[in-house]
């Protein structure tokens, strides 16, 4: 038996406060984290989840650049070819595009969710917690309905799993 | 040997050792796993020293599959047959995923009739060079009637699991060139009820009702499925379908699809945009000579009554704003006789006009402005000025009730007392692509420029 390959998983973590957040979180939210969009890194791809469903491209392909931060999530012995059978699993399951919203549901869910899958790990704490405290304010509840219909989507990506590509 | 009693339990919580005392009860060695595949999850009690093996066996029962079809993963680590869950630090309450991997030679065959992911080359390329498709055996070609039959059945319960493409191009040319293939693929019958009952089929038809009428007529497929190969013809497509969603937005009644659906229109509008444009800044000109907003500013003050509505002037081509473009456009393209309602909005306080909506006001400009820049050109719009005025008047009643107008009155006095830039700014905003840009960002700013209008007022 070869020895197990290990590949190295890295978390990207977009700080979307330079635009959308940026307005809304000081008022909101009252402090100055903002939304982050994250993405999980493994076997030289880049894989996220959107309104449009998984998609994948190079690391840093998105429209949003290069990350604003990189963290280590651990090394996996998954293999690519694995990988994407279980996005693909995924993408017809719990992570289809309709069943995109933007507190419960979003790229952070997604990022958790297979950090997990490769490493048995979670992605850091304080971002899959910031939905849940923008829902504890009570204008976040009130603003609830708004958000929930806005729908992040970087472009840049292709979807994952699906015969018919979207965008 | 090892004795495993499998719960079935939907939604318990990863992580939750809650049957630790069963466990001792039943056996000091066993451990409660959870078993989560993409969407489901099941509990299952294992002995420490069973093999991975064992285990798996017990999973085929529940997942209706074959044993290499099964991976399990724990920690990022694929564990091995031979591997027992105490050498593998697994614990009660732990999480172990499993994937089934899918049946390739099914996928390819039954995708065949779909689009194949072709244009990623990166990630299914090589996908592809790390499965020869195993299934496929040209040897086996007079066996594929019956493959067929069996890959359709299977289709059901594995159908959620990917819908990979993953064997060689040349293996399936090699099996449509099969003449009992082929036989099977003119019979209408089968192919029929091939296509209606397969899962994305049937997907679509939800989506998508009319597609049922599309699939069901075999003619209109064929002549669908021509239509799809050529590309040329879906792009076209796909341009006129765009500017008609996108030109709906701006709340505009007048019906303007008409060139946009014509084939070729597209190109047509695109060119004179750039003419209007042109028009425009000449008209500018002509018409006033000079600084035209010292001139609206002069008629401020005249503030006359507001004209009676649909005053038919005539418009020269780069007639009628959008109701959202600053009033001092407004006299730059339009005849004389039509500053008076300029006059009327100015009195109403023009810098509420562009209140409602675009704090960012010169983003949105472009948009609309384009909008009935086009609009004029081909319909010889009189009626857009009508209508841009009703629009305004809405609009100054919902501004009266938001006061952001504040930012935009600043904005409009400064593009007023510089009309070069003004009209720059239209010129290098009305360019096709960033009016495109801005059209399909404007909705993302709209939400929060209505969020902070609200939290100002």
């Known amino acids: 038996m070869e020895p197990p390959n290990l590949y190295p998983v890295k978390l990207y973590v977009y700080d979307l406060s330079k635009g959308l957040a940026r307005r809304l979180s000081p008022i909101m939210l009252g402090e100055g984290e903002g939304a982050r969009h994250t993405s999980i ?7 996220f989840f959107g309104s449009g469903g998984i998609s994948s491209c190079p690391p ?44 419960e549901h979003n790229c952070n869910t997604f990022s958790n969710e297979v950090a997990q899958f490769l490493t048995g790990r979670k992605i850091p704490s304080y971002i899959t917690d910031l939905p849940s405290e923008v829902l504890s304010t009570p204008f976040g509840q009130a603003l609830r309905p708004l958000l929930d219909s806005i729908q992040i989507q970087p472009p840049g990506g292709s979807s994952v799993g699906r015969p018919n590509g979207q965008s | 040997m090892s004795h495993a009693i499998s719960q079935t339990s939907r939604m318990s919580q990863s992580g939750c050792p809650s049957g630790l005392s069963a466990d001792k009860n039943i056996s000091s060695s066993a451990t409660q796993v959870i078993v989560k595949t993409a969407g489901n999850q099941k509990d299952f009690m ?11 066996e017990m999973l085929l029962a529940h997942f209706q599959c074959q044993m290499d079809q099964l991976v399990l993963v724990f920690m990022g680590r694929l564990l091995k047959d031979h591997d027992t869950p105490s050498q593998r630090g697994i614990m009660d309450g732990h999480t172990i995923y499993l994937v089934i991997k899918s049946k390739h030679g099914s996928r390819s065959l039954a995708h065949s009739f779909q689009d194949l992911p072709t244009n990623d080359p990166c990630h299914w390329d090589r996908n592809t060079e790390g499965n020869s498709s195993g299934v496929h055996q040209p040897t086996g070609m007079n066996q594929a009637p019956v493959e067929l039959a069996h890959f359709v059945g299977p289709d059901a319960p594995k159908v959620h699991t990917q819908n990979l493409e993953v064997s060689h191009p040349e293996h399936k040319a090699q099996m449509l ?9 003119s019979n209408m019958e089968f192919m029929r009820q091939f296509i209606s009952e397969h899962l994305d089929t049937q997907q679509l038809m939800q989506q998508n009702p009319e597609v049922s009428h599309l699939l069901d007529n075999s003619e209109i497929l064929w002549q669908t499925l021509e ?5 040329a013809m879906i792009q076209e497509i796909m341009q006129i379908q765009q500017p008609s969603q996108n030109l709906e937005y701006p709340l505009n009644p007048q019906p303007y699809l008409g060139l946009e659906t014509m084939p070729g229109g597209n190109n047509a509008l695109g060119q004179n945009c750039a003419d209007i444009n042109d028009q425009m800044l000449n008209s500018m000109q002509d018409h006033f000579g000079g600084n035209p907003f010292t ?9 006359s009554p507001p004209p009676s509505p649909p005053s038919q002037e005539r418009q020269d081509h780069s007639g009628g704003l959008s109701s959202n473009t600053s009033p001092s456009d407004t006299p730059n393209k339009v005849n004389h006789t039509s500053k008076a309602n300029t006059a009327m909005i100015s009195t109403k306080g023009q810098s509420h006009v562009c209140a409602t909506r675009q704090p960012a006001g010169i983003p949105a400009l472009p948009s609309i402005e384009l909008t009935q820049q086009l609009q004029e050109e081909y319909k010889d719009a009189t009626v857009s000025l009508s209508s841009s005025r009703q629009i305004l008047e809405g609009d100054l009643q919902l501004s009266d009730e938001q006061t952001s107008s504040q930012i935009t009155g600043g904005m409009m006095q400064s593009l007023m007392n510089t009309p070069y830039l003004a009209a720059q700014i239209m010129l290098f905003m009305s360019m096709p692509q960033l009016s495109e840009q801005w059209r399909q960002q404007l909705p993302t700013f709209l939400q929060p420029t209505q969020i902070s209008d609200l939290l100002i007022a």
């Open chain 1, 41 to 47: 890194v493994v076997h030289k791809d880049e894989f």
């Open chain 2, 295 to 303: 001139a609206l500013l002069a008629r401020q003050v005249q503030s």
């Open chain 1, 60 to 103: 840093g392909g998105t429209l949003l650049g290069p990350p604003d931060s990189v963290v280590d999530v651990g090394s996996t012995e998954v293999t690519e070819e694995i990988f994407l059978e279980y996005l693909s699993s995924l993408g017809e399951s719990l992570f289809r595009g309709e069943a995109y919203n933007l507190f």
């Open chain 2, 177 to 185: 060139e099969n003449p009992s293939i082929q036989r099977l693929l």
């Open chain 2, 46 to 56: 294992v002995a420490d020293d069973i093999l991975v093996r064992q285990f798996k």
């Open chain 2, 227 to 231: 239509l799809a190969r050529n590309l």
